[in-house]
């Protein structure tokens, strides 16, 4: 319950309508898109402007309030999750678009605009805004900032850091720091930016945000293909990167293909049935680049690796096989999938695999395991089904068991154990194993500048003392 002289001044700060108390409410902005948490957030609060998040953070820093910043709450590791009776800042007003520099390629935004907007937007001017990935339609710039936000065009595009020319951020302190400016070249010292993109909302708010465009690609084919086992993927991976700027090397599995199918009804890409599926994708600059990959195509095919395959010959068929890929991860939601986001460098992919299959197989006999990801940039999303017989406990009480195994093969081949979703309450017991103990007391030593009274988003990515 929210006292009532903290009620009177948040009303004097933001008006009656921007203050949500309604059940209803506390519950759809208290959870991301987990499924292993309650909500329970004391209140819900819609600031217009950057100084009303100010005012609002000075409130909860004079009261020991916690505070759960919150997008579009489309993440998947728990960061967005307000359980403990926090207030949550939802920065939805905060959409516009404040500034275009053409000559810069700049768009200045607010934290809360929908990344789909600003793509959009960039399409309008011409331009290209790289980052994207299937919740873009819902998810906002801040919480892709937040969390350094990755998706299928990683590859060749980077992460969602790479394209963060300036930041204004209203820190646990309560101050308003402008980050760089939007600038490219800029050595004055620690670049702040860079440690408020991923820090998932524990030093401060993201509220608006200087991104950089680019040129948009020639037009784009879409290649899929079936392939018998784990390393072939990779084989092909490099057969492919060796010779072609790919877009995008995506892959998943048969048993991910059979669902999507299933409940989107979409066709297949052809009827042979394969372990394994790798979506490419690369600008075809007339007929060259085309050619080119049907010859590694047909390289592929006659090395046995490759048992069938499909080009786009149109945008609306490019666009139907990238659907095979980028809906997955909204088909699998009714089973309540328990998510491994891991990665390793692509060149200890074959390795790793090898191991984390043996062990999946070993540790769940009886789950459903589906298999995607991109895999050209390293990073595998692996999905445990919840087999209905289970509770929800102890089923995420069995994958935790079998997660921190995967940690340890994680820490054995000197990878990531979240390589785009971010940390937040999912990965924290999983952390140490991608992070020393140094860096881990650094990153509080890191709060507690930013956030001296451990406001922000308390419990995600690291707990406050040492475990
Ligand atoms: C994806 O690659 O589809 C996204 O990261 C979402 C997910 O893993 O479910
Ligand atoms: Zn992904």
């Given at each position: 319950m929210l006292p009532p002289l903290i009620t009177k001044q948040l009303v004097t700060i933001l008006g009656e309508e921007r203050l949500l108390l309604r059940s209803e409410d506390l519950q759809y902005y208290g959870?991301?898109?987990?499924?292993i948490w309650q909500a329970n957030p004391c209140a819900v609060v819609l600031p217009g402007s950057i100084k009303e998040v100010q005012q609002i953070v000075l409130l909860a820093k004079e009261h020991n309030l916690a505070i759960v910043p919150s997008g579009g709450?489309?993440?998947?590791?728990?960061?967005?999750?307000?359980?403990?009776?926090e207030i949550v800042i939802a920065l939805d007003r905060l959409n516009k678009i404040r500034e275009f520099n053409p000559l810069d390629r700049t768009v200045t935004v607010g934290a809360g605009m929908i990344t789909e907007n600003l793509q959009n937007f960039a399409v309008e001017q011409g331009?290209?805004?790289?980052?994207?990935?299937?919740?873009t339609g819902s998810s906002q710039i801040g919480g892709n900032i937040a969390t350094n936000a990755g998706g299928i065009n990683v590859i060749r595009y980077g992460m969602t850091r790479q394209w963060v020319a300036g930041l204004t951020v209203v820190t646990g302190a309560g101050d308003i720091l402008e980050l760089n400016r939007g600038l490219m070249k800029n050595n004055t010292g620690y670049d702040f930016r860079h440690l408020f993109i991923g820090s998932e909302g524990t030093l401060g708010l993201i509220c608006e945000a200087t991104i950089q465009l680019t040129r948009a690609p020639e037009e784009t084919a879409v290649m899929v293909l079936g392939i018998n086992d784990f390393p072939t993927v990779l084989d092909v991976l490099q057969t492919f990167t060796s010779k072609i700027d790919l877009t995008a090397f995506e892959f998943f599995s048969q048993l991910a293909l059979d669902k999507v199918v299933a409940h989107q009804g979409h066709a297949v890409p052809f009827e042979t049935k394969t372990p394994f599926y790798a979506l490419l994708e690369f600008e075809t600059k007339g007929d060259e680049v085309l050619e080119l990959a049907m010859s590694l195509f047909e390289h592929c095919v006659e090395q046995g690796w490759v048992l069938d395959g499909v080009v786009s010959q149109s945008l609306s068929q490019a666009s139907a096989l990238w659907k095979l890929r980028e809906d997955i991860s909204e088909t699998l939601w009714e089973f309540q999938p328990y998510k491994n986001d891991i990665s390793v460098r692509v060149s200890r992919m074959p390795d790793f695999l090898d191991e984390v299959n043996k062990l999946v197989e070993q540790r769940y006999p009886d789950f459903e395991i589906v298999w995607y990801g991109h895999i050209g940039d390293g990073n595998l999303h692996l999905n445990i089904l919840r087999p209905v017989h289970l509770s929800n406990d102890d089923f995420v009480a069995q994958c935790g068991a079998v997660s921190n195994e995967v940690g340890q093969l994680v820490a054995k081949y000197e990878?990531?154990?979240?390589?785009?979703?971010?940390?937040?309450?999912?990965?924290k017991d999983y952390l140490h194993y991608s992070r020393s103990a140094s860096e881990i007391s650094l990153m509080r030593a890191v709060k507690a500048v930013f956030d001296p009274n451990g406001i922000l988003n308390p419990g995600k990515l690291i707990s406050a003392k040492q475990d």
């Open positions: 959870l991301d898109r987990t499924t709450r489309t993440g998947l590791s728990g960061g967005a999750v307000a359980k403990d009776g331009l290209f805004y790289p980052v994207d990935f299937a919740s990878g990531s154990v979240s390589a785009e979703h971010g940390v937040g309450l999912l990965k």
